[in-house]
């Protein structure tokens, strides 16, 4: 099955600084990873995906990149902001169904 | 729209016991997938349900089940509990198969904290 590693498990930054997390996936036909945040006392939010067909996608501060060679992905958050203190989790799929293969998660903490 | 809705959201059970947790969700929505979320392990994926047929299932032992409803609702078993069933477990909804579409993201609900004494 497919193994996704996820680095690093916490990071702290600075307000306005930038926060990259990183993922590396095993299965070669894993072609959908989304990113998922996670608050307290919550379930994981998408707060962006890219497909194996991309190589990047950016929403606003937010940013993706895929390396299918390489098999890695990771998010880069700029300009952070203390309401970005979350965990941060990496996942990825198949296509053959809902069944998504998830990282061990990143606690990230932006100090004001 | 209301969003996905897991009860109970807290639940204290003892060993050997066994345990169902329910998960609405949102209206439209035709997938429902479980997972369990501990420290250690992070989020594991239990099992997919489309249409009330299971699509996907998880390395789990078969004391894991689940079952999907005609309007959607899904409900998961735990037979014969064990401490280390002690978990968030997380409930997602999806209109269509996550990433081919647009409209086809993944919503979380808050989850059922189990914890098994």
């Known amino acids: 099955g497919e193994n996704v590693e996820q680095h690093p498990s916490t990071l702290s930054v600075q307000e306005g600084d930038s926060a990259v997390i990183k993922c590396t996936y095993s299965d070669s036909a894993s072609n959908y990873f989304p990113w998922y945040k996670q608050e307290l006392g919550k379930g994981p939010q998408l707060i962006i995906d890219?497909?194996?067909?991309?190589g990047e996608k950016k929403d606003q501060r937010i940013a993706v990149t895929l390396n299918k060679t390489a098999k890695h992905f990771s998010l880069h958050i700029t300009e952070t902001q203390p309401e970005d203190s979350a965990v941060y989790f990496c996942?990825?799929?198949?296509?053959?169904?809902?069944?998504?293969?998830f990282g061990t998660g990143t606690s990230l903490t932006v100090i004001p | 729209k209301a969003g996905v809705t897991q009860t109970p959201r807290y639940l204290i059970k003892t060993r050997g016991q066994q345990v169902t947790l329910s998960c609405s969700p949102i209206s439209g929505h035709r997938s429902v997938s479980w997972y369990q979320q501990t420290p250690g392990q992070g989020l594991q994926f239990l099992f997919e349900y489309f249409s009330e047929t299971q699509r996907n299932k998880g390395n789990f032992p078969g004391r894991f089940s689940g079952r999907q409803f005609s309007n959607s609702r899904s409900e998961m078993n735990v037979s014969t509990l064990e401490l280390g069933d002690s978990a968030l477990y997380l409930c997602a909804s999806s209109p269509l198969l996550a990433g081919t579409s647009v409209d086809s993201e993944q919503f979380f609900g808050p989850g059922t904290r189990l914890t098994v004494l």
């Open positions: 996942a990825a799929n198949r296509n053959t169904g809902n069944q998504f293969y």
């Open positions: 890219i497909r194996s067909n991309v």
